[in-house]
C-alpha cells in the first residue's frame, strides 16, 4: 500500500526558505514519479514540480523555477523540496503525490493516484 508523508511546513516571513520532506512507502521499485503540488485559498490545486525517483529528471512549473529545489533520496525514499526566495503567494497547503510511471513528468493533478495529507505552508510577515 502505498503511503506518502509531507512534513515541514510552517510560517516564513517573505523572502525566507523552507524545506519539505515527502517521505514515500509501499514502492517495489524506483520506477516512480514524485510531484509537489500546491492549493492557495481559494484556487485550484496547482502542479509545482516533479521528479523521476528513478533518473532524477525534474520538470518545474514556471511559477517556482529558479526558487524552488527538487532533490531526491532513493535509499529513504524521500523527496525534498528547498524553497527560497518564498513570496506571499508561494502561501498554500502543499502536497506530495505520486504514480507508476516515470515517462510523462506531468504536473497535472489528474494524473497522479496517491496523495499525501499536506502540509501548510505560510509566507508572511
Known amino acids: 500500500q502505498v503511503q506518502l508523508v509531507e512534513s515541514g511546513g510552517g510560517l516564513v516571513q517573505p523572502g525566507g526558505s523552507l524545506t519539505l520532506s515527502c517521505a514515500a512507502s509501499?514502492?517495489?521499485?524506483?520506477?516512480?514519479?514524485v510531484a509537489w503540488f500546491r492549493q492557495a485559498p481559494g484556487k485550484e490545486r496547482e502542479g509545482a514540480v516533479c521528479?523521476?525517483?528513478?533518473?532524477?529528471?525534474?520538470n518545474y512549473a514556471q511559477a517556482v523555477k529558479g526558487r524552488f529545489t527538487i532533490s531526491r533520496d532513493n535509499a529513504k525514499n524521500t523527496v525534498y523540496l528547498q524553497m527560497n526566495s518564498l513570496k506571499r503567494d508561494d502561501t498554500g497547503v502543499y502536497y506530495c503525490?505520486?504514480?507508476?510511471?516515470?515517462?510523462?513528468?506531468?504536473?497535472?493533478?489528474?494524473?497522479?493516484?496517491?496523495w499525501g495529507q499536506g502540509t501548510q505552508v505560510t509566507v508572511s510577515s
Open positions: 509501499g514502492f517495489s521499485s524506483d520506477v516512480y514519479a
Open positions: 521528479i523521476s525517483m528513478t533518473d532524477g529528471v525534474t
Open positions: 503525490a505520486a504514480k507508476m510511471s516515470t515517462l510523462h513528468l506531468s504536473l497535472s493533478s489528474s494524473d497522479y493516484p496517491y
